[in-house]
């Protein structure tokens, strides 16, 4: 399944992947609680967020920033794109997130929806740092 939402926000690929680092996930998101560790060398951690604790890693794309779950059941991914004013929704951050799934329980898509919005509000007003 696939969710997308975009973000009104002053972002540009090289921005996201400067200040959307392991470290400041949590500064970022509100459906992750904290960054339990993270190592710079491989870009990589854990995180504890809405669906409990979890291995993240980190890779930077040609327009913004992939984050992967690699142990989670779902495979759950979300990916953090800078758009240009020249695209249709305008300047903005695309966020894109996905499982491997078609169906999925209906609390579940919801809490994907919650985690989407707050990626939303969160880079629509980022923390200084």
């Not at 680092?21 to 500064?27: F, I, K, Q």
């Not at 459906?31 to 951690?45: A, E, F, H, K, N």
């Not at 240009?84 to 996905?98: K, N």
């Amino acid at each position: 399944m696939e969710f997308f939402a975009t973000s009104p926000a002053d972002w540009t690929a090289e921005s996201l992947q400067r200040h959307l680092t392991g470290p400041r996930l949590s500064a970022l998101c509100t459906s992750i609680d904290r960054v339990l560790s993270w190592d710079d060398t491989r870009d990589q951690g854990e995180i504890y967020c809405l669906w409990g604790q979890f291995q993240v890693r980190r890779e930077c794309l040609l327009e913004g920033v992939r984050f992967t779950l690699p142990t989670c059941p779902n495979a759950f991914a979300w990916t953090l794109t800078a758009l240009e004013e020249s695209t249709p929704s305008g300047a903005g951050v695309l966020i894109h997130a996905t499982i491997n799934r078609t169906e999925h329980d209906p609390d579940f898509i919801e809490s994907i929806k919650m985690f989407i919005e707050d990626w939303r509000a969160g880079l629509a007003h980022p923390v200084a740092g």
